[in-house]
């Protein structure tokens, strides 16, 4: 059963603490994107790679975020330091690029609370 | 500002109903357009893709594209209340650029 497989899938963290998200992706699929989800904002992409190469990570706080794929079978998403806003679910998915488009296939999600 | 708007809804249909879902998008250059299903505190799933115009049916489902007006929809024929759900839109520049969502439809399906 193909699926991403995203660990941890809750995190409590006090504020300041450094955040380490993983993301095993589809084996196969060249393209993962990560995604921040709130009421307020909806899904916001934060950065996306292709081939582990990051291709656009123009939505994410470069100043406390950072990612990274350091194998075609693990992306991290990092947050140091953590804020109170930062709380939210943080989606990876998974693609395979083609000629047509890339059908992202999403994983179950960290929910992350900073206190 | 590349975009996709939806009405965040709630849209209200009665079972067995035809619920209908609009999303328009800012950004010319996109190609590729997809519709996601997300109930309450589960992660996206994808329903559709659809990437040229015209209608593309699977099951109950129908998308429908039209690029010259840049509107994106989905049909759900026989709506069930297992419908009930937020639907998301997305749209990307083809197999070259990000995948962008809108905020999501809150469809509710009643008995």
């Known amino acids: 059963d193909a699926r991403v497989t995203q660990t941890p899938r809750d995190k409590v963290t006090e504020m300041g603490q450094e955040v380490t998200m993983r993301c095993q992706p589809i084996l196969g699929h060249n393209t993962v994107f990560w995604y921040r989800q709130t009421m307020m904002q909806g899904l916001e992409l934060l950065a996306y790679?292709?081939?582990?190469?990051?291709?656009?990570d123009s939505g994410m706080p470069k100043d406390r975020f950072s990612a990274e794929m350091p194998d075609a079978t693990l992306a991290t998403l990092k947050i140091q330091p953590s804020e109170p806003r930062d709380s939210a679910v943080y989606f990876c998915?998974?693609?395979?690029?083609?000629?047509?488009?890339?059908?992202?296939?999403f994983g179950q999600g960290t929910r992350l609370t900073v206190v | 500002q590349k975009e996709v708007e939806q009405n965040s809804g709630p849209l209200s249909v009665p079972e067995g109903a035809i619920a209908s879902l609009n999303c328009t998008y800012s950004d010319r250059g996109s190609q590729s357009f997809f519709w996601y299903r997300q109930y309450s505190g589960k992660s996206p799933e994808l329903i559709m893709s659809i990437y040229s115009n015209g209608d593309k049916e699977d099951g109950r489902f129908t998308a429908q594209l039209n690029k010259a007006s840049q509107y994106v929809s989905l049909l759900i024929r026989d709506s069930q209340p297992s419908d009930s759900a937020t639907y998301l839109c997305?749209?990307?520049?083809?197999?070259?650029?990000?995948?962008?969502f809108g905020k999501g439809t809150k469809l509710s399906v009643k008995p």
């Open positions: 997305a749209g990307a520049r083809g197999s070259q650029g990000n995948l962008i």
């Open positions: 790679f292709r081939n582990r190469a990051p291709l656009d």
């Open positions: 998915a998974s693609g395979l690029v083609d000629t047509g488009g890339t059908e992202a296939f």
